[in-house]
T-cell receptor, first 112, second 113 residues
Framework: DGGITQSPKYLFRKEGQNVTLSCEQN?????MYWYRQDPGQGLRLIYY???????QKGDIAEGYSVSREKKESFPLTVTSAQKNPTAFYLC???????????FGQGTRLTVV | GDSVTQMEGPVTLSEEAFLTINCTYTATGYPSLFWYVQYPGEGLQLLLK?????DKGSNKGFEATYRKETTSFHLEKGSVQVSDSAVYFCASSYGGSQGNLIFGKGTKLSVKP
């Protein structure tokens, strides 16, 4: 079945460490997105990519980095510069000019 | 800038009660509008959508109508079930791609038997 796979489901990080969240899709979608979800805050856009080797900052990009070397993969790195990284991270994808965004199951990151 | 405002929860209903979750938006253009549902510990699933004024989206007994005059997209269901318990997010699109979504803060719905 086609879909978006995020891994791992739970991730623990020590302060000062970088950590990378994986997002893979086999839907042949052009665009991919990373959102952060905090309790009572809804979802906020971190980064998005409309095409391979190109990406743009969203509303809260500081302390995060991404790459888009392959169409099916869009990993997110949470760097030590991110002051409050504990959150639920969601990856999504869309086909070009199609209305529906598909979401992965999310990764819950906790800084310990 | 563009924004989405939805009623705060939590909302607690008895099974078979009528559900309304209000959602209003502000936008400089003509966005598409969406309702997503999130079950505990999971990602978001598209519940319904509407792409232009007066469109009605519907799915699984849920409905919402795109009202341009009131900039609203209220979610309704005539008879809720326990299995409808989840968090519901209203969202609008911007920037020419349906994946660039602005979300409301979510409304948690609990349905009691």
């Amino acid at each position: 079945d086609g879909g978006i796979t995020q891994s791992p489901k739970y991730l623990f990080r020590k302060e000062g460490q970088n950590v990378t969240l994986s997002c893979e899709q086999n839907l042949n979608h052009d665009a991919m997105y990373w959102y952060r979800q905090d309790p009572g805050q809804g979802l906020r856009l971190i980064y998005y990519s409309q095409i391979v080797n190109d990406f743009q900052k969203g509303d809260i990009a500081e302390g995060y980095s991404v790459s888009r070397e392959k169409k099916e993969s869009f990993p997110l790195t949470v760097t030590s510069a991110q002051k409050n990284p504990t959150a639920f991270y969601l990856c999504a994808s869309t086909a070009r000019w199609v209305t529906e965004a598909f979401f992965g199951q999310g990764t819950r990151l906790t800084v310990v | 800038g563009d924004s989405v405002t939805q009623m705060e929860g939590p909302v607690t209903l008895s099974e078979e009660a009528f559900l309304t979750i209000n959602c209003t938006y502000t936008a400089t253009g003509y966005p598409s509008l969406f309702w997503y549902v999130q079950y505990p510990g999971e990602g978001l699933q598209l519940l319904l959508k509407a792409t232009k004024a007066d469109d009605k989206g519907s799915n699984k007994g849920f409905e919402a109508t795109y009202r341009k005059e009131t900039t609203s997209f209220h979610l309704e269901k005539g008879s809720v079930q326990v299995s409808d318990s989840a968090v519901y997010f209203c969202a609008s699109s911007y920037g020419g791609s349906q994946g660039n979504l602005i979300f409301g803060k979510g409304t948690k719905l609990s349905v009691k038997p």
